[in-house]
C-alpha cells in the first residue's frame, strides 16, 4: 500500500468523521472550479462498479451512486462506470447524463445463493471490456459499491490487472448476512472480511456503518456522508391549505410506515386538518391501505407510489415535516434531502442519521418503535410553525457546511488521492 495513511474506524481510540479539514483544504463554495495547475494535471481515471445506477428504466436507481459523479470530475477525475446485474433481471439502458457509464449483464443464481457466488462471475463478465479500456488509457483505481458481489469482482481484477481498489459500504447489513439468509451468513461473512481487508479504504456511509464492519474485520475504514444536491432540494413555502407529514422510502417493515400510520391516527384527534403523504412502493403497501383503514385514517392519508425525484423535491418543498421512522438505516438520504429543502425530519436514535441530526437543533430523533413518541413529536411540531421554521432553517444550514454533493466529492477524491501513491 506504499505510504498510503490508514484512518481508524471511528470505534477504536476516538470517533471521527471526515470533513474538508480533514485533508487539509478549506470548505468551497458550490460554484467552486478547479483552474490552472490543478486543471492541467493528468485526471485521475477512476472505474466504479456498482449493481446500482440511474437507467432510462428507473432514473431514481442509484442516484445516490451518480450524484456525485460530476463533482468528482471537477476536483481532477476521469469516471467510468460499469452498471452489472444479473443476466434474468430485465435489460437496463445508460441514461446519458454526461458520466461514461455501461449496463453488463453476468451469469448468477437467483436468490441468495447468487449473491454469494457471484463476484467471480461478475468480474469475467466486465473483465473484457475493462482490459480494452485499461489498455487504452490506463485505470488508477477501482470504486466498487458493496463487499458482494461488486467488491469481490473488484478485487478480482485488482488481482489480475494491479489496479488498486476501494469499497464503499452503503448499509447496515455490511457483511449481507441478512441479506444472504442463516444458512449463507457464515460464507457471506468471510467473503465480505476477505474483501474489507483487502481494499485500499472502506469507505462507510455513517459511523454506524462502521462500526458493523469493524466489529468482525481490520481494515482502513473511513466515514464520509452521502451529499446532497441543494439546488435541486431547496426551501419552498409549505401548503397552505393543510399542514402535511410526508415519508419516503421503500414500504418495507424496516422503514416504519406502520408505526408512522398508528401515531397519525393519534395525532389526528388534535390536528383534525392534516394530511400524511407517503411516497415509495414495496411489499407492505397492502397491508399498509389495510392498516390505515383499520385505523379509521385512509380519508387523509395518500399512498402515492413511486415518484420522480422531481417530484419528491416538490412533495419536500411543499410538506410541513418529514418523518421516517426507519428502524434499520445505514445513514437516508431522504433525511439529508429533507433537510437541504428547510424542513424538519424526524428519525430513530441509533442509526447512521445520528451523524447529521442533533435532537431539538437541526431535527429531532426518537426511540426505535416508540409510537408516543413519534406521536409527540409530530404533535409539537405542527403546532408551531416558529419552531418547524427554527428547526428547518437549521437543518438547511447543516447540509449547506458540510453535506453537499461538493463536500462528498472533495472527501472521495482526497481518499482516491491516498490510495493510489
Known sequence: MGNHVRRPCPTAIEERILSAADYGVAPASISERPSGAQASVRPLRILTLTPFYPSREDPAQGCFIADPLPWTQRFGVANQVFAAQPFYRRPMHEIGDGVPSRWLTYRSFPGKVGLVMSGAAMARAVMPSVRRLHAHQRFDLLHAHAALPCGEAAAILSDRLGIPFVVSVHGLDAFATKQSGPWLAPWSRKLSANVYRRARAVICISRRVCEQVARFVAANTVVVHNGVDVDRFSPGEESQSAPIILSVGNLIPVKGQALLLRAFAKLIRDCPSCWLEIIGDGMERANLMHLAEALGIAAQVRFRGRQSRQAIAEAMRQCSVFALPSSYEGL?????????????????????????????????LISPGNEQELADSLHTLLLSQDYRRRLGEAARNTILERHTLQHQAQHLVRIYQECVR
Do not use: F, R
Open 332 to 364: 437516508g438520504c431522504v433525511y439529508l434531502e429533507a433537510m437541504a429543502s428547510g424542513k424538519p425530519a424526524i428519525a430513530c436514535k441509533g442509526q447512521g442519521i445520528d451523524d447529521i441530526i442533533h435532537h431539538g437543533k437541526n431535527g429531532l
